[in-house]
């Protein structure tokens, strides 16, 4: 079954110096929760939103899907609406990290 693993978490701020994260990391932090979503035609929203300490979602998937983030996030849509930000394609077997506002959610649908 096709699935989107989805981890959320705190993204540290960089340093006032400019000095990266350790190893080249883009994400350091503490994960928070995480959840696996079915990837079907059918969109799958995750139940986990932005808030306190869950400022980004990692999305890891193991098929090509459409991504989209908001407060009702839409997978089926190419422009940004003030609920949605527009879809991204993700390739199988690839991670995207996405910054997540208060009350936004991830959901996934899958790809031609």
């Given amino acids: 079954m096709a699935s989107a693993y ?11 110096s400019g000095v990266s994260a350790p190893n080249g990391a883009a994400i350091h932090g503490r ?3 995480t959840e696996v979503l079915t ?15 869950i400022n980004y979602a990692r ?9 989209a983030v908001g407060s009702t996030p839409d997978t089926s849509i190419s422009t940004a609406t003030a609920a949605s930000g527009a879809r991204r394609i993700m390739l199988a077997n690839t991670s995207i990290e996405l910054a997540l ?3 936004q959610k991830v959901a996934v649908l899958s790809a031609p």
């Fill in 101 to 103: 506002f208060a009350g």
């Fill in 39 to 53: 990837i079907s035609g059918s969109q799958a929203t995750g139940t986990a939103v932005g808030a306190a300490g």
């Fill in 59 to 67: 999305v890891t998937t193991d098929t090509l899907c459409w991504v």
């Fill in 31 to 33: 994960c928070a929760k």
């Fill in 6 to 16: 989805v981890e959320y978490g705190q993204r540290a701020q960089p340093a006032s």
